[in-house]
Nanobody
Framework: EVQLVESGGGLVQAGGSLRLSCAAS????????IAWFRQAPGNEREGISC????????NYADSVKGRFTISSDNPKNTVFLEMNNLKFEDTAVYYC?????????????WGKGTLVTVSS
């Protein structure tokens, strides 16, 4: 059974930091890309970062570039999203998803999400 489990969300003040984790199981982790998405109330889901576990390449949405860093611990089948200088507008439910490449429009597997709340 494929599972993606996010953790690390919480309440943080603006300017603070959080690190999200995405623990994966049930598929060949090294063959997949893992992406982070977020969805704020009333907004569409936004793909914000992705890492390819096969070659380590990464990409970021402009909204988080320079503040968020994605990384992968392949032996532990876990992807991290380090979020620094958090802003009120980063408040959202954050999801991780997996696919064979960083195809934001067609990810195969999804986690249930973790809530990040940034207080101003």
């Amino acid at each position: 059974e494929v599972q993606l489990v996010e953790s690390g969300g919480g309440l943080v003040q603006a300017g603070g930091s959080l690190r999200l984790s995405c623990a994966a199981s049930g598929f060949t982790f090294d063959d997949y890309a893992i992406a982070w998405f977020r969805q704020a109330p009333g907004n569409e889901r936004e793909g914000i970062s992705c890492i390819s576990n096969s070659d380590g390449s990464t990409n970021y949405a402009d909204s988080v570039k320079g503040r968020f860093t994605i990384s992968s611990d392949n032996p532990k089948n876990t992807v991290f999203l380090e979020m620094n200088n958090l802003k009120f507008e980063d408040t959202a439910v954050y999801y991780c998803a997996a696919s064979l490449d960083c195809w934001y429009d067609s990810m195969d597997y999804w986690g249930k999400g973790t809530l990040v709340t940034v207080s101003s």
